[in-house]
């Protein structure tokens, strides 16, 4: 198997090249998940909802892409398939879940991609690869025909190599994103989120910030910050457990993967119950921040992505989503961008938006990319 795509397809449509995640739907096409466990199921019957609009822009699906298997996992890494080759950081994980289709918009194989985030799978594998990655808002995106079939965390989002092709991967898949006010200019009120991150991961933002003339943003808190970080793992668990649980029985699951999985069924309804108390708490706490501000600013990840060579035990790197599996707790909408450090490697900047205001986020992410670098920075080039 290619360690990008499952598998390629045939189409007449001549319009943007798109690549999905091999956990959601196409009719004909089995959905596998990267898991040997899945590979005798049915093909799909008929299309998850966004593979429907996706077709009807005329766009042209060349395959499906790999995943860490079952989407449970972070660093890219799939010993039944394959890994996912990090094209302009080859030594580095790819990041999970959505591997493959990050890998094929870094190559450049694609014009955009489709994932899915549900503790950080679009943004982080966005930040490995060195692409822009979008977690729109809880629900904004449909998930008819995504597996896994319930969640309270999941949502479907577009990897582009630009900010102005996620719009228009946006506008495709979400059909009443309004494009025009993603587009539109704006004068952002924004403040930086006090988080814990690698000195190398904090220099790069805040030299990407002065260059823009940004550097001296308000910083703020959320008290219950790691809380949410802790409590998303546990809705996680559970949430994994219910849909997948059962496979661990078949002896196909990779060792990674299985492990977490037993594991997580040690996940109590009471844990559940105390998560979704700091879920409330979160949410109402991000939601008085953004009454204050426009967006939040923080770093995607909290450390350079390791390398791969270093990354074959999945559950000691978990530490890499401390700052974006809050946000699918809070379900606000939250975007990649791209930067490299002195060093040459990859950082993301991460923004959340108000809830429902994934068009706003789009256009303060296109204000800071495109915001022009001041004077001094110019003539220092």
């Given at each position: 198997m290619n360690n990008i795509f499952f598998e390629k397809m045939q189409s007449k449509n001549s319009g943007l090249k798109?690549?999905?995640?091999?956990?959601?739907?196409?009719?004909?096409?089995?959905?596998?998940?990267?898991?040997?466990?899945?590979?005798?199921?049915?093909?799909?019957?008929?299309?998850?909802?966004?593979?429907?609009?996706?077709?009807?822009?005329?766009?042209?699906?060349?395959?499906?892409?790999?995943?860490?298997?079952?989407a449970f996992g972070i660093t890219g890494i799939n010993k039944f398939t394959g890994t996912a080759i990090n094209l302009k950081?080859?030594?580095?994980?790819?990041?999970?879940?959505?591997?493959?289709?990050?890998?094929?918009?870094?190559?450049?194989?694609?014009d955009?991609?489709?994932?899915?985030?549900?503790?950080?799978?679009?943004?982080?594998?966005?930040?490995?690869?060195?692409?822009?990655?979008?977690?729109?808002?809880?629900?904004?995106?449909?998930?008819?025909?995504?597996?896994?079939?319930?969640?309270?965390?999941?949502?479907?989002?577009?990897?582009?190599?630009?900010?102005?092709?996620?719009i228009q991967a946006m506008s495709i898949i979400c059909p009443d994103f309004n494009s025009t006010l993603a587009h539109e200019k704006v004068?952002?009120?924004?403040?930086?989120?006090?988080?814990?991150?690698?000195?190398?991961?904090?220099?790069?933002?805040?030299?990407?910030?002065?260059?823009?003339?940004?550097?001296?943003?308000?910083?703020?808190?959320?008290?219950?910050?790691?809380?949410?970080?802790?409590?998303?793992?546990?809705i996680i668990n559970a949430e994994t457990w219910q849909a997948f649980g059962q496979l661990t029985e078949t002896g196909l699951v990779a060792d990674d993967v299985n492990v977490r999985l037993l594991k997580a069924a040690a996940t109590s309804d009471q844990d559940v119950e105390a998560a979704n108390q700091i879920r409330e708490k979160f949410t109402q706490e991000i939601n008085a921040l953004l009454d204050q501000y426009d967006a939040l600013i923080l770093p995607t990840l909290p450390q350079i992505p390791p390398l791969l060579k270093d990354a074959s035990n999945t559950a000691a790197f978990l530490n890499l989503t401390a700052l974006i599996r809050p946000f699918n707790l809070s379900g606000h909408p939250a975007i990649s961008i791209p930067l490299e450090s002195k060093?040459?490697?990859?950082?993301?900047?991460?923004?959340?938006?108000?809830?429902?205001?994934?068009?706003?986020?789009?256009a303060i992410a296109k204000y800071i990319v495109n915001k022009k670098l001041c004077q001094k920075e110019e003539l220092d080039k």
């Open positions: 798109v690549a999905i995640k091999d956990s959601i739907d196409i009719s004909g096409y089995k959905t596998v998940a990267g898991s040997r466990a899945l590979l005798n199921t049915e093909p799909a019957v008929k299309n998850a909802e966004i593979i429907d609009l996706i077709h009807q822009h005329n766009c042209q699906i060349i395959g499906k892409t790999n995943l860490h298997e079952l950081y080859p030594e580095l994980i790819p990041g999970g879940s959505s591997s493959g289709s990050a890998a094929a918009v870094a190559a450049e194989l694609v955009f991609a489709i994932g899915t985030d549900t503790g950080g799978s679009v943004r982080m594998p966005a930040a490995c690869c060195g692409i822009y990655g979008l977690k729109p808002t809880f629900n904004r995106v449909s998930r008819e025909g995504v597996l896994p079939r319930h969640t309270s965390l999941d949502c479907v989002g577009p990897f582009a190599n630009s900010i102005d092709m996620l004068q952002p009120k924004l403040a930086m989120l006090q988080v814990e991150a690698e000195s190398e991961v904090r220099e790069t933002l805040e030299h990407y910030l002065s260059q823009r003339e940004l550097q001296h943003l308000d910083t703020v808190n959320a008290s219950s910050f790691i809380d949410a970080y802790q409590a998303g793992m546990q060093s040459g490697l990859p950082v993301g900047l991460q923004i959340i938006s108000k809830h429902q205001q994934d068009e706003q986020l789009c």
